[in-house]
T-cell receptor, first 113, second 109 residues
Framework: DADVTQTPRNRITKTGKRIMLECSQT?????MYWYRQDPGLGLRLIYY???????NKGEISDGYSVSRQAQAKFSLSLESAIPNQTALYFC????????????FGEGSRLTVL | GQNIDQPTEMTATEGAIVQINCTYQ??????LFWYQQHAGEAPTFLSY??LDGLEEKGRFSSFLSRSKGYSYLLLKEFQMKDSASYLC??????????WGAGTKLIIKP
């Protein structure tokens, strides 16, 4: 089983709908992140959390919200989806290693019609 | 602004040595990362450089020159399974990761 699990893996929805992407991890890491990936662009940070009571906006937080329900769970919500939010979304975690390397979930492909 | 540049695409023949370059302009520097991402999959960590020089890890090596804002990933004995995108990322002074768009490495038939 994957250490970082995202659900759903694929979702097609309509403009204006509320969508939640969920992420859970078994790595015991405090730090969790949500990124989006678009063709031809680098990964862009949406939100990040360094512990359960800590939530921070990333580079492109407009139109998104998050909830850190527990150390192991970090959810991303699109309150009213729009077509330019069509993208591949990744959840990631990091621990306290010297490198701070990220461990990514398998990705959630979201299409907004 | 902050910027990471790497080639969009490269081709290589099996057995070749491949060098993927990355140049960066960021607000401060706290390390450079290389990740591998196969199509439709999650990125996975390859290497980390924070000091100048070469870090070797099996068939993969990564080089850093902080004064030049430059890094490269060197892959020896290129194999079909190495066909993937290679992402360069720099951690800035606020410990935020700035990502390049990735270099797609394709095997030459």
């Amino acid at each position: 089983d994957a250490d970082v699990t995202q659900t759903p893996r694929n979702r097609i929805t309509k403009t204006g709908k509320r969508i939640m992407l969920e992420c859970s991890q078994t790595k015991g890491h405090d730090r969790m992140y949500w990124y989006r990936q678009d063709p031809g662009l680098g990964l862009r940070l949406i939100y990040y959390s360094f512990d359960v009571k800590d939530i921070n906006k990333g580079e492109i937080s407009d139109g998104y919200s998050v909830s850190r329900q527990a150390q192991a769970k970090f959810s991303l919500s699109l309150e009213s989806a729009i077509p330019n939010q069509t993208a591949l979304y990744f959840c990631a975690t990091s621990g306290t290693s010297d490198t701070g390397e990220l461990f990514f979930g398998e990705g959630s492909r979201l299409t907004v019609l | 602004g902050q910027n990471i540049d790497q080639p969009t695409e490269m081709t290589a023949t099996e057995g070749a040595i491949v060098q993927i370059n990355c140049t960066y302009q960021t607000s401060g520097f706290n390390g450079l990362f290389w990740y591998q991402q196969h199509a439709g999959e999650a990125p996975t960590f390859l290497s980390y450089n924070v000091l100048d020089g070469l870090e070797e890890k099996g068939r993969f090596s990564s080089f850093l020159s902080r004064s030049k804002g430059y890094s490269y990933l060197l892959l020896k004995e290129f194999q079909m399974k190495d066909s993937a995108s290679y992402l360069c990322a720099v951690m800035d002074s606020n410990y935020q990761l700035i990502w390049g768009a990735g270099t797609k490495l394709i095997i030459k038939p």
